[in-house]
């Protein structure tokens, strides 16, 4: 096979910049190599970050020079050198001239340790507030007094289970035992000691919730030998008059509390919020909350299944018997300040990852697409878990190629190692809620006045 360079149309790059020339496609090599071509970019062109799983990347400058960061260090590069950028390694492209280089992939993967979009089983939970409701909104069998569906769970009592792909029957936990760093992002397997640290949720609530509060982490820690558990809450759909609490509306010393308690008006001097589709509350650790009934949400929350409850309307759970408070605990637990607002605002506009919440512990986008978007996560260097409230959609992958079909009511977890991909609507509208770690480089004053002051121009 014998090819002119000049003979070959340029075509647009992966990296939405510059052109290539592609002497050998991955149908022609016979072999584990996909592609090999001719890159030609611009003087100033730069590149956003690339990851690929099962793929080494392999460069020889022609002519000109360019800057290559990988994993943060920078090389530079020139005519007649050579650069290797192993698998799982974060890199991005910086043109300092107009550069001709020849690029090559060679695919390292074995089937086993192959990364792609998970789906996971139903994980449904029994709740005395249940109903059939959440089976129905999903489309799965009927099962009475479902109020939870744990949609990506690595708590280690109810661990979600892979159905799609080469991990087909694992548990999320399995899998990310096998390859931390590729599954969660590097900064979140040291920071979280390789344990996933967000669990997402599905509830719908046919009766009201227990009045509860959670612990931070310094007191979870100390008492139960876990992380505590701030969450957000995202209401998909709500009856008329439905309502949450969130918070107090009234001064209360621990002692007034504990009265309320014991007198059963602990309700009273919480804040009632109307809620609708779309309304957004974060609840700290130390918050006092409870839901009410007719409403549907989902929850982001730290993973962790600590919940200390202080009222429960004295009524009998499903064997007829009253459930445990932990008053005591959720004393300890409780932040009494009033605030004057407690619903969490954002705009929701089309076609846009909009920021909904950024905290330390997690970060939440809304998105709500008629148009299919890319998505690179990888400078956030931490797994992505994308809910879909309405809906259908594909989550097309860009270095592989792989994809799923995402339906209202289900969740997917896409690695930290191929977090760059196109989600395609295949529905007039496809709203999903996106999940994940914000490790993104902090913005340098200095950079964030030059922005200001282009933007001003």
Not at 144 to 153: A, N, Q
Not at 268 to 276: G, I, P, S, Y
Not at 311 to 321: A, K, T, V
């Amino acid at each position: 096979m014998k090819r002119s360079l000049q003979d070959i149309q340029p075509a647009n790059t992966s990296y939405e910049m510059g052109l290539k020339r592609v002497l050998l496609s991955s149908n022609e090599s016979g072999c584990s190599i996909t592609q090999v071509a001719v890159l030609e970019l611009k003087a100033g062109e730069h590149s956003a970050k690339h990851i690929h799983p099962d793929l080494q990347d392999l460069f020889f400058i022609l002519d000109g020079e360019i800057d290559i960061t990988i994993d943060g260090e920078v090389h530079h590069c020139h005519k007649e050198d050579f650069l290797l950028v192993e698998h799982l390694k974060s890199y991005e492209l910086h043109a300092i001239t107009d550069v001709r280089m020849l690029a090559m992939g060679c695919v390292i993967e074995t089937q086993r340790t192959k990364l792609y979009p998970m789906l996971f089983e139903p994980n449904l939970h029994t709740k005395l507030w249940g109903s059939t409701n959440l089976t129905a909104w999903k489309e799965l069998p009927a099962q009475p007094h479902i109020g939870e569906s744990w949609e990506v769970s690595a708590v280690p009592t109810s661990p979600s289970v892979i159905t799609n792909g080469t991990w087909a029957g694992y548990t999320l936990n399995e899998v990310i035992r096998k390859m931390p760093e590729a599954m969660l992002g590097k900064a979140v397997a040291a920071q979280y000691q390789s344990q996933l640290p967000i669990l997402v949720k599905l509830i719908d609530t046919n009766d009201k919730l227990s009045v509860q509060v959670h612990p931070d982490d310094s007191m979870a820690r100390r008492i139960h030998n876990q992380q505590g558990k701030s969450e957000m809450w995202y209401v998909i759909q709500a009856q008329e008059d439905a309502c949450i609490y969130a918070g107090f509306q009234e001064e209360l010393s621990p002692e007034a509390y504990a009265q309320k308690v014991a007198d059963g008006t602990i309700i009273d001097a919480l804040a009632k919020h109307e809620v609708h589709a779309g309304d957004v509350f974060y609840l700290p650790a130390g918050r006092i909350h409870a839901i009410g009934k007719g409403v549907l949400l989902a929850e982001v929350q730290q993973t962790s299944d600590i919940t200390y409850r202080i009222y429960d309307y004295d009524r009998l759970d499903l064997n007829g018997e009253k459930r445990e408070l932990h008053t005591d605990l959720a004393a300890q637990a409780l932040d009494y300040t009033v605030y004057p607002n407690y619903r969490n605002t954002y705009h929701d506009e089309i076609d846009e990852a909009n920021p909904c919440l950024d905290t330390e512990h997690f970060s939440v986008r809304v998105l709500s697409l008629s148009n299919p978007m890319r998505r690179n996560m990888v400078n956030y260097d931490s797994f992505v878990i994308a809910t879909c409230v309405q809906g259908t959609c594909t989550i097309r992958i860009r270095s592989t190629q792989d994809e799923v079909k995402l339906r209202e009511g289900f969740s997917c977890l896409i690695p930290a190692a191929i977090a760059d991909y196109d989600i395609i609507p295949n529905t007039a509208e496809a709203k999903l809620l996106e999940s994940y770690i914000n490790n993104a480089p902090k913005k340098s004053l200095k950079r964030l006045i030059s922005q200001f002051l282009h933007w001003s121009v």
